[in-house]
C-alpha cells in the first residue's frame, strides 16, 4: 500500500505538470512549487522555533485561523509557518502578516525531512483535513505534537475499512484530535485512537467574529439602497443556471452573486443567464460620482462581484442567502450567512456537511434540487423572522472550540 501511495503522490503531480500547460491554477501549483527550499532558507530561521500551520486551501485556512491568531495574541513572540496545498488558498493568503506563507512541497520521505528542518517547529497544527504519509512520519520521528483541529471523520473514509491499515497509521502519528463531532469522536475510538476531544469547529468562532465586526462596504449599500437582497456566495454554473429564475419573479429584490471562479468567461456567462440587467463590481465601484451612468446602474437588479475576498464582508447586506457548491462537489461555507441571521439555500450535496444538515433540521435552511424548489424556498424564507433568528443563534450557541484547543496545546503537559 505504501508503493501505491508513492505511485499516488507521483502519477498526481505528473498529470498536474501536464494541465499546468494550459490549466493556469495548475501552473501555480507547479510554478509555487519551484526553488520553494531557497524561498523558505530566505524568510525562516532553522534555528529558532516555529509553530506550523498546514491548511488544504482558503476555506480551512479561514476555519484554522482563529487559532492561529488567539495563538499569536497570547505569544507575540511566537513565530508562525503557514503552508498551503491549493493555489487557491496560497494566493490569496500569501501575504498573510502574521506568518511566513509557502505552499506545501509535495509529500515525499526527502521533501519531508528537509522541509521539517528548515522551518523547526515546535508544534504542528492541521485544519480538519489532509493526512500526508511522510510528514506524519517525519514529525512523530522527530517527537513533534501534531494536532488537528476541527476534524471531521465518516464511516465511508478509507481509514475505517478493512483495507486502510495503510491510512490508519497515519492517523497514529496525530498526537491528539480536537473533532466537531461525536460520531468522528467514535470512529477514532473504533480503530484505537482515543487522544480526541469533540471541541466543535472552529469556524462557529471565525464568523461569529466576523459577523460582530464586519468590514462595511459603502458601494454595496450605494447598490441595493433599501431593497431586500439576495447574497448567492461562491456559485457555479450549475447554481447560476437555477438562480437565473427568480430576479425577473422578484423585480423588488436586489441580487449579489459572488461567484467562486471568476475568469473573464465564467463572468461573461453570468451576465447572459440574468438577462434582466446585471453590473460588474468593478464597472459600478470605478464610478467615483454620480453619474448619468451610475444613476442607470443604480438600476441594475443584479451586482456580479468580479474578484475574491469580499464575500465574509457581503453576507451583512443580505436577508437570505443562497450558497453555492450543491450542485458540484459540495457546498460551500453556510455559515458566514448564518452568522448574520441569514436563512441559507444550497443543493443537494451537503451530505459531508454537518452544519449543513444542523441548519436544516432548526429551519434555517433548504436544500433544493430545482428552480421551482428554488422559489418555494425563497418564498418560504423571504419574510420568515424564526429562520432568521435560529440561524445567527445556532452559530453563536456553537462557538468556543478555540479557547478549548489552545488551552490544550499551550498546556507543558501537553495529551
Known amino acids: ?121 515546535e508544534m504542528a497544527i492541521f485544519t480538519k483535513y489532509e493526512f500526508w504519509h511522510f510528514y506524519f512520519k517525519e514529525l512523530k520521528v522527530k517527537g513533534i505534537p501534531l494536532y488537528v483541529i476541527s476534524g471531521i471523520f465518516r464511516e465511508s473514509q478509507v481509514f475505517f475499512k478493512w483495507y486502510g491499515s495503510f491510512y490508519r497509521n497515519i492517523l497514529k502519528s496525530v498526537t491528539y484530535f480536537f473533532v466537531q463531532n461525536e460520531e468522528s469522536a467514535n470512529l477514532l475510538k473504533s480503530i484505537e485512537l482515543n487522544d480526541v476531544t469533540i471541541s466543535g469547529d472552529t469556524r462557529f468562532d471565525r464568523v461569529y467574529e466576523n459577523a460582530q465586526s464586519p468590514k462595511q462596504l459603502d458601494i454595496i449599500e450605494s447598490f441595493i439602497g433599501s431593497a431586500p437582497t439576495l447574497v448567492c456566495g461562491s456559485t457555479w454554473p450549475e447554481d447560476e443556471k437555477i438562480l ?36 460588474r463590481f ?74 449543513a444538515k444542523d441548519l436544516i433540521a432548526i429551519g434555517a435552511a433548504r436544500s433544493i434540487t430545482s428552480a421551482e424548489e428554488l422559489i418555494d424556498a425563497f418564498n418560504a424564507f423571504a419574510s420568515d423572522r424564526h429562520a432568521a433568528n435560529a440561524a445567527s443563534k445556532y452559530v453563536g450557541d456553537n462557538k468556543g472550540a478555540t479557547g478549548q484547543i489552545v488551552s490544550v496545546i499551550t498546556q507543558p503537559d501537553q495529551p
Not at 485556512?61 to 507575540?76: C, H, S
Not at 494566493?91 to 521533501?111: G, S, W
Not at 447586506?317 to 444550497?346: D, M, R, S
Open 282 to 355: 468593478s464597472v459600478f465601484s470605478s464610478q467615483s460620482e454620480v453619474s448619468s451612468s451610475q444613476r442607470s446602474n443604480l438600476k441594475s437588479q443584479i451586482l456580479i462581484i468580479d474578484n475574491i475576498g469580499m464575500l465574509s464582508s457581503l453576507y451583512q447586506y443580505g436577508k437570505l442567502a443562497y450558497i453555492g457548491g450543491g450542485f458540484g462537489i459540495g457546498i460551500h461555507n453556510t455559515l458566514e450567512a448564518a452568522a448574520f441571521g441569514l436563512p441559507v439555500i444550497f443543493g443537494p450535496k451537503y451530505d459531508k456537511f454537518q452544519e
Open 1 to 121: 500500500m505504501k508503493l501505491l501511495y508513492i505511485i499516488g503522490i507521483w502519477g498526481y503531480t505528473l498529470l498536474i505538470r501536464i494541465f499546468s500547460l494550459f490549466n493556469p491554477k495548475a501552473k501555480l501549483f507547479i510554478n509555487g512549487r519551484k526553488n520553494i527550499f531557497t524561498s523558505i532558507a530566505q524568510k525562516v530561521n532553522p534555528a529558532e522555533k516555529h509553530v506550523w500551520f498546514h491548511f488544504a486551501s482558503l476555506g480551512e485556512f479561514e476555519q484554522g485561523r482563529p487559532v492561529l491568531e488567539k495563538l499569536k495574541a497570547l505569544y507575540p513572540t511566537k513565530k508562525i509557518v503557514v503552508t498551503f496545498f491549493s493555489p487557491s488558498g496560497y494566493e490569496i493568503r500569501k501575504n498573510y502578516a502574521l506568518a511566513d506563507v509557502f505552499y506545501l512541497p509535495i509529500d515525499t520521505a526527502a521533501n519531508a525531512k528537509r522541509f521539517i528542518a528548515a522551518i523547526n517547529p
Open 244 to 279: 437565473s429564475a427568480l430576479p425577473r419573479q422578484y423585480p423588488n429584490w436586489k441580487f449579489i452573486i459572488a461567484p467562486h471562479e471568476i475568469h473573464e468567461s465564467h463572468i461573461e456567462s453570468i451576465e447572459k443567464q440574468f438577462s434582466v440587467g446585471s453590473v
